[in-house]
């Protein structure tokens, strides 16, 4: 067959395959062409025992075969952050938070009626252990905080990965969500509003880490990044967990002294 | 795609069923399982060439998908996703596994150009008997040989293309390869495919010959 004269095999399969480009021409030729037609005749005759070959039917219960195989290997889906916070287990967890709380303010009322002294020391008391507690416990908190967001806003992922896998940050995160729910809500109560504006701006930023993919594109990995490095969260914390050093070096025994100090800090 | 199947005689659409499977809904996926697993077999089957495989694709792109639902929130066809997922399953599997043998054959030429290898030889029936090509079922054992014989890329062109009607970008996606290197890859696949069964597939193709399209 010459190539000047008939159509080429490609022609003949793109042309079989639908393509317009150039269809009119094609069919023209082929109208008139007994040889290509012929040739075209030949690759239908290839697709066609193509359709012939047998693809065994899979049986009729076969979609629940494959479920049943399936469905023990599908990792649990974590349900959305309010979702979760009344899972059975975590409930758990935050209501021995809660109680240890709990204790610690229990156990600073029982300090200051153990000094029967004036109103005002019983007060001082308890106040100065209930801050003790408060202080201890969420400067840890914005510890873990701090290293979870460093970690990823210092990542420099290959730029060979397709995929970047941040579960493991994504699971710090959420523990930590949990935490900060309540330390922001005892600040509200303890009346720092500083502290708790800090923590809802903390918990915002966890919230996304957690929500996110356990894998994650370079482009959503870059964005994340952005998004922490954009309100300076970092910075915030750091400062008030600073803060939070300094209260507990120089507890002053005065409670005015404390009260003073948080007040200071909301009006900043 | 097939879309729409009854769950407990009620319709739940395809976006319907992600949604609720993000909410952490599992028996939610199950629709979707269930919707799409039989459509995502004939094509494993065809591109892999036997159930077993054709099964562990099925596992694997069901279970990748889930494992990346959340990347799939607002594209439109969750059927065209999975078959896509399991069409890049299939291939990557495919090239290990002929990279595989071909480490374990000692006798291989390779070709100069550097291509996937060529073992349309292998295929070929030096001396078949008409007698015994006239029977079906050796017929389909060429058809099955003349697959094998494809390269991973070319059996997933023709797969993609022929079967299940895919476009092109749609197949140079799953190849990784633009769209002209794509449309070579169809072509070099129906050449060897027609090399290997025109001998025995003569009269199978005569009524739609050219005289149907004019």
Redesign the interface.
Known sequence: MSEKKHLK??EL??YR?GETEGRGAV?AH??ECVE??EE???????????D?????E?AAD???R??Q???P???E????WW?GWFEARRLVVIGAMAAMILAAYFIGMRVGRKTPGSVGTDVAGREKVRERVLVVAVGEHLGRSEMVLVELANAEPKKSDKLINIAAEQKRAEALVEENRLYRQTALKEGDQAMASTLDELERVLLDIANS???VTPEQFGSLQKRIEAKGILFKVRVVNQDLREREKNQKPSPAQGNSETKERNKA | MREGIETAGIETSDAEAVER????E?DA??VL??RH??YV??MA??MTGN?HDAEEV??EA??RA???L??FEGQANFGTWVYRIAANYTIDRMRARQAEQSRRQTVSAPREDGLEIDPMAMAKDPAPSPERLAA?AQ??EK??AA?EALSPAERTA?VM???DGCAIEEIAAVLKSNTNAT?NT??RA??K??KA??P????????????S??
Do not use: N
């Open positions: 095999e490609e399969i793109a395959d069919t082929l109208e290509c037609r075209l005749r030949k690759i239908e005759a290839v697709f066609a025992a193509l012939a070959m047998p693809v065994p899979p076969y979609e629940l494959v479920w195989r399936l469905e290997r599908l990792p889906r974590r349900a959305r979702e993919p356990d894998e | 499977t993000l909410r952490g599992r996926y199950r399982v269930e697993s039989r077999f004939r089957y065809r159930s099925v596992q069901f279970l889930y494992q990346k959340k990347q079906s017929l389909a058809m099955k697959l023709v293309r022929h079967w449309k169809v072509f129906v050449a495919l027609r069964l025109e025995y597939a003569g009269g199978m193709g005569a009524a739609r010959a050219m005289g399209e004019t």
